[in-house]
Nanobody
Framework: QVQLVESGGGLVQPGGSLRLSCAAS????????MGWYRQAPGKQRELVAV???????HYADSVKGRFTISRDNAVNTVYLQMNSLKLEDTAVYYC?????????????WGKGTLVTVSS
């Protein structure tokens, strides 16, 4: 049974940084595309960043240059380093796993972690 457990969310001031972590279990982590999506209040869920098993990545235009996705296959964990946070980054952030080919599918979702950017 696949489980994705996010951590690292919280309250941060504009311009600050946070690092989200997602611990995965129940599948062969190194084979999977891992990603982060977010859903802000009143908005649709959107892709933030994804990383394929071979290391290729894709970022939403709104976070390019500020967010970095990475993974450590030795500990089955994917990270999202978020710098220069803005008010509009406030959202619930979800970890995802995709066991197919490519970057853009989602087979499993975590329960999410809340990031609040506020002064």
């Amino acid at each position: 049974q696949v489980q994705l457990v996010e951590s690292g969310g919280g309250l941060v001031q504009p311009g600050g940084s946070l690092r989200l972590s997602c611990a995965a279990s129940g599948s062969i982590f190194s084979r999977n595309t891992m990603g982060w999506y977010r859903q802000a209040p009143g908005k649709q869920r959107e892709l933030v960043a994804v990383m394929a098993n071979v290391g290729s990545t894709h970022y939403a235009d709104s976070v390019k240059g500020r967010f970095t996705i990475s993974r450590d296959n030795a500990v089955n964990t994917v990270y999202l380093q978020m710098n220069s946070l803005k008010l509009e980054d406030t959202a619930v952030y979800y970890c995802t796993e995709y066991q197919g080919d490519g970057l853009y599918g989602v087979d499993y979702w975590g329960k999410g972690t809340l990031v609040t950017v506020s002064s």
